[in-house]
């Protein structure tokens, strides 16, 4: 059985985003509401689920994740299910969906395999390269040798990272938790990596993170990608 997710990809690259939310705000659409302000979620489709939970969870984190393959080169896939979970210990997730034929994704199959994984934050200037890493490749087939990426060492991890990139994780595989067909993925940090030039001190002296610096991109609907624009800054209460 496919998964949602893989089944909701495939769709949207037959008929396009358009088509979609073309269905949604159709008056003879069968699951429109009377306003279009409120839509029942239990009224969907798995398809347009996805489609309105993908435009309105915004902006959305994306993992730039690298593993091992079972030959040692090394696949890159991003996922825009992701997020941080808790910081003691500190851990990550990850959701993973089936491939396009049903089979189990090469990231799911080497983190399981082999327990550790790299997740890098893109920038702005990776935007392009990321989106080609999400294409269906044969087993074994290095993302990063197709799109010519070169890898640095990182520290606490027998990975390498993306030299491009300015913030990534060492990851420890840590459980998975199953939704139907979807592979949530749990990960505990085992050390980060933060550019130099992305970093600095606060006024108290701790070391801060430059979001700017890092100009960070956040996963939108479709092919949409959200950069970093005007910080907001509000003073938190004590």
Not at 36 to 54: G, R
Not at 122 to 132: L, Q, V
Request: charged residues 20%.
């Amino acid at each position: 059985m496919r998964s949602v997710l893989n089944r909701c990809r495939q769709k949207l690259l037959q008929n396009g985003w358009h088509e979609i939310f073309k269905a949604l705000v159709n008056p003879s659409f069968p699951y429109r509401s009377e306003s279009l302000m409120h839509i029942d979620m239990s009224t969907l489709s798995p398809i347009q689920a996805y489609a309105l939970m993908t435009q309105t969870v915004i902006p959305r984190p994306v993992a730039w994740v690298l593993t091992e393959n079972e030959d040692k080169s090394h696949n890159l896939a991003p996922f825009s299910y992701f997020n941080g979970l808790a910081s003691d210990p500190p851990m990550i997730m990850l959701s993973i969906g089936l491939a396009p034929d049903g089979s189990l994704k090469d990231t799911r199959v080497n983190i399981e395999a082999r327990k550790e994984f790299i997740v890098h934050i893109a920038h702005r200037e990776m935007a392009e390269p990321m989106t080609k890493s999400s294409a269906t490749m044969p087993r074994n087939e290095s993302e990063v040798d197709l799109l010519g990426l070169e890898l640095t060492d990182m520290p606490g991890s027998s990975l390498p990272r993306l030299a491009a990139c300015r913030i990534a994780y060492a990851c420890e595989f840590d459980s998975i938790h199953m939704i139907k067909d979807q592979a949530i993925v749990y990960a505990t940090l085992k050390h980060l990596y933060v550019d130099d030039a992305a970093t600095g001190t606060d006024a108290k002296g701790r070391m801060n993170v430059n979001a700017v610096n890092v100009d960070p991109i956040g996963r939108l609907g479709g092919g949409e990608y959200f950069g970093a624009g005007e910080l907001i800054y509000v003073e938190r209460p004590a």
